[in-house]
């Protein structure tokens, strides 16, 4: 994927990507996940807010898979986002972003 403009152009089939569930904002597009989590905490994220996964252009599918959700500090130790709310804010910030049609 790469910006131009306001526009995203697609290059991959599939992004990974890591959301600010407080700040309602993503970055993507890394070649893996720590890339995306790494610009958005050189920004003022703070590393619990931010969650992984990947959205698959032609299909519109969100997963919610990613080595920055592994996450013991507040006991949640699965690369899955397994909570319901959790998943939910991420899921709402991607398709704002990326399924606006």
Same mark, same amino acid.
């Given at each position: 994927?790469?910006?131009?403009?306001?526009?995203?152009?697609?290059?991959?089939?599939?992004?990974?990507?890591?959301?600010?569930?407080?700040?309602?904002?993503? %970055?993507? $597009?890394?070649?893996?996940?720590?890339?995306?989590?790494?610009?958005?905490? %050189?920004?003022g994220s703070i590393q619990t807010d931010l969650w992984g996964g990947g959205?698959?252009?032609?299909?519109?599918?969100?997963?919610?898979? $990613?080595?920055?959700n592994y996450k013991p500090n507040i006991n949640h130790f699965s690369y899955?986002?397994?909570?319901?709310?959790?998943?939910?804010?991420?899921?709402?910030?991607? #398709? #704002?972003?990326?399924?606006?049609?």
């Amino acid at each position: 994927m790469c910006v131009l403009g306001d526009r995203f152009v697609t290059v991959a089939p599939r992004t990974v990507l890591v959301v600010d569930i407080k700040r309602d904002l993503l %970055a993507a $597009g890394g070649e893996y996940h720590i890339d995306c989590e790494q610009i958005l905490l %050189a920004n003022g994220s703070i590393q619990t807010d931010l969650w992984g996964g990947g959205f698959r252009f032609e299909s519109k599918e969100v997963d919610f898979m $990613g080595l920055t959700n592994y996450k013991p500090n507040i006991n949640h130790f699965s690369y899955e986002i397994t909570r319901l709310e959790i998943r939910e804010n991420v899921e709402r910030t991607i #398709r #704002r972003v990326f399924d606006n049609e």
